[in-house]
């Protein structure tokens, strides 16, 4: 249903949480899902997305612009996004700043949120079979090969490959755990984004950089409309190989985010005792989302629960009925 009139008390609320997701999805190892699912939308953000589909095209074709909106969920998408850009904003300026003037620990606060989120992927996989397991040690070593290949060392500079970036970083900002910062910083282009963000918020407006966040947002549309779709049939069909596979990347693109690329020294001084600190208490504060959400989903299930305390699929509640994890293996 789509409300004419605003309602702070009513769309308020969603804003606010649009702005936090918005400000967990510029930080890489903090997942924007993560926060949906914290604040009770994420399922109803999945099928909204996914409502882009033959009957929307239909209800476009045919001009029934209402049956259109209410049928995408639009006023919500719309409030969502509109706190999303507000929260990405404001951060934008100060992420840009700790990568240029304090990398290290940057660098160290990034490798705990991406290890703290690798544990929670990890937990999400329900059945470790040795196709999960082939996944996780695949994705591992493919991610660890491909981070540290000159390419990425030094990301094409096209329009081309800024378009893929928003392709698959907008693909894992949708994923509990996922975090698509942590992607685009991996791609090579974090940096970029975030300098034009902080341009944009202080007035500097160009015509090569408006192009470059054009071609961006059109990859993140295409890959919310192309592969979000693929990849939500894989985590319904094969849920736990998919989640080992997305596990063993976000481990091997660990090798990129080490804050000490001469090695750790010995002993240590004062900026690696800090930089391991920061690096616990980013593990520690993805734990806590984790937490938060766990015990949210626990509340809203309290009144179904059978004294079974099992974790259900990720994407349970936009199963249709029958639709079961394939288990490709019998082992």
Partial sequence: MVPNPVSIKRDGPLFVGGMLMGAANIVPGVSGGTVALILGFYARLVTAISRVDLTLTRLLRTKAWRQAAEHLDLWFLSVLAAGNAAGILGLATLMHYLLVYQRTATYAAFFGLIIGSSVLVGRMVRRWHISSIVCLLGATGFAFVLVGLPALSTPPEGLLYLFVCGVVSICAMILPGISGSFVLLIMGKYELVTGILRDLVHGEVHRATVLILLVFAAGCVVGLLAFAKLLRWLLIHFESQTLAFLCGLM??????????????????????????????????????????AQRRRSSESASEADGQRTRQPLMASRNQPGSQETDTSSN
């Avoid at 660990?254 to 600190?277: H, Q, S, Y």
Wanted: glycine share 8%; hydrophobic share 60%.
């Fill in 251 to 292: 481990l091997g693109s660990l090798r990129k985010l080490w804050p000490f690329p001469e090695g750790l020294p010995a002993p240590l001084d004062a900026t690696a005792a800090l930089a391991l600190t920061i690096a616990v208490c980013g593990a520690a504060a993805v734990f806590l989302l984790d937490w938060l």
